[in-house]
Each structure stands twice: as C-alpha cells, then as structure tokens.
T-cell receptor, first 114, second 115 residues
Framework: GDSVTQKQGQVTLSEDDFLFINCTYS??????LFWYVQYPGQGPQLLLK?????NKGISRGFEATYDKGTTSFHLQKASVQESDSAVYFCALVDPNTGNYKYVFGAGTRLKVIA | EAGVTQSPRYAVLQEGQAVSFWCDPI?????LYWYQQPRDQGPQLLVY????????NSQLPSDRFSAVRPKGTNSTLKIQSAKQGDTATYLC?????????????FGPGTRLLVL
C-alpha cells in the first residue's frame, strides 16, 4: 500500500537557522503531496500542497519540491522563527482513486530556540 | 467562515465505559472524515462519509466503534467499550467535492485518555 516516511522524529534549531525536513513516499502512481502543520492543542492545518502539475509549493516562507525521481517531498525554510515550533506532517493522496484518503507520515517535531 | 468544531475537547474514562465525540464540519462541506491520532504519530483514517453515506469504514474497529452522519451535516463517533489502547486524539476533518476536494480542514480534536 501507499506510505509516507519521515525519518526525523525531532529537529531542534536556533532562530534564523535553515530548516530541512525529510519526506519520502511510496505509491504506484503520482500522488498529490501535502505538508500539514500542527500546533499544540490544534488540529493539523494545510501548509502547502503540490500536484504533479505544479512541482513546487511555497507558503509562508516554506517550500517543498515534488521530486518524482527520488520520490521525495522535503520541506525547507531559509530562516526559522520560534513561532514555527510545531509538528510537521507530510501526507499524500492518490487522485486517481477518487476517494481522497490521506496517508500521513509519523510527523517531525520542530523546536526553535530563541 | 467558521471552521470545523468538535466536542468535547477532552475526555477521561475508565476501561469499559462508553464515549461519544461530536463534529460539526464547515458549512456546506459534503465529505467528513474521522481520524485517530495516537501520541507522537500521524493521523490514521477511521471512517469517512460523503453526505450521509459511509464511503469507507475499513479501518474502523467495528466491534466497539461506530460512526453516523444521519443528515449529512454533523457526525458522531462512538466508542462502546473503551480500552486503554484507544487513548489518542480523535480528529474530524471536512472537505468539499470540487476542484480542491483533496484539501481537508481539521478540527481541534478530542483528546481521549482511557485509564
């Protein structure tokens, strides 16, 4: 079945550091890919979405590139702030099935120290 | 517009007790999802509806869990006899059939602790 792997359980950075969160996926087709962010006590909220048509998503200083060759969708930000501290989930959906069921990774907890 | 709302926000039970979770999706959204999110894990789909119909409940533990959406708006998820392994956050999400139907909007969740 489809799967999403986030190898980093936790990332700790200082303000203004560069952020890189790893995400790889496994499917039989070309999925739509998402990054969701979850702040404490809240549900996940969409950060960015990328389809095969547009390859790269940018939102609030975050960016992620759809790489079909390496089946990766890593999240990057040039300079993190303390307010970026949250859990980041990579997810996919197979648009060809018509059911729009998300498959989530385990999440990466980002802690930014001021 | 108002987001997805859920209640209660927290629940603490003894094993064997029953509990119900309620979800009010974004107005007009025809698709509603229930997820279970164990601590330090990603959300895992339990069941989802389009209008009042169950589309997929293959991951719902049918012997103790049930979910309904009788009028195609609000939904209730019920655990009949809770177990410690049910301790998790239960998330509701909704989406709208159309161009962005693959984008789900999540509620704040109900945190369940089973002692």
């Amino acid at each position: 079945g489809d799967s999403v792997t986030q190898k980093q359980g936790q990332v700790t950075l200082s303000e203004d550091d560069f952020l890189f969160i790893n995400c790889t996926y496994s499917t039989t087709t070309y999925p739509t890919l998402f990054w969701y962010v979850q702040y404490p006590g809240q549900g996940p909220q969409l950060l960015l979405k990328v389809t095969t048509a547009n390859n790269k998503g940018i939102s609030r200083g975050f960016e992620a590139t759809y790489d079909k060759g390496t089946t990766s969708f890593h999240l990057q930000k040039a300079s993190v702030q303390e307010s970026d501290s949250a859990v980041y989930f990579c997810a996919l959906v197979d648009p060809n099935t018509g059911n729009y069921k998300y498959v989530f990774g385990a999440g990466t907890r980002l802690k930014v120290i001021a | 517009e108002a987001g997805v709302t859920q209640s209660p926000r927290y629940a603490v039970l003894q094993e064997g007790q029953a509990v119900s979770f309620w979800c009010d999706p974004i107005s007009g959204h025809d698709t509603l999802y229930w997820y279970q999110q164990p601590r330090d894990q990603g959300p895992q789909l339990l069941v989802y509806f389009r209008d009042e119909a169950v589309i997929d409940n293959s991951q719902l533990p049918s012997d103790r869990f049930s979910a309904v959406r009788p009028k195609g708006t609000n939904s209730t998820l019920k655990i009949q006899s809770a177990k410690q392994g049910d301790t998790a956050t239960y998330l509701c999400a909704s989406s709208l059939l159309g161009i962005n139907q693959d984008t789900q909007y999540f509620g704040p969740g109900t945190r369940l602790l089973v002692l």
